[in-house]
């Protein structure tokens, strides 16, 4: 699985978000502690479905999941994208995020 390349196309769709992180050099280390996140996220929810349905397909579940965590991901970096150019992002609240997510696991 390829979390990094995931994550890194969700950066660009989100231009200012993207821009910001590149220009601050933050991009790299940004884009690998999402993938580590998504990563997380993606095995917590295979479990999560994996007990909710144990008769399932595990492909079917680990499709499911990723796809559950994904969205997870993008709806965060839409709430914390640039509304406009002149907005900046914080890596604050990214990381804020992120330890407060990984806390509920």
Sequence with gaps: MQYKT??????????????????????????ETLALELRASHHAWKETLSLARPNSDPIQIASEALEIAVQELETYLLSASPQDESEVFSLDQAMAYLQSHSSKE
């Design 6 to 31: 995931i994550v890194l196309e969700l950066l660009q769709q989100q231009m200012g978000l993207h821009e910001q992180l590149r220009i601050s050099r933050n991009l790299m280390p940004t884009l």
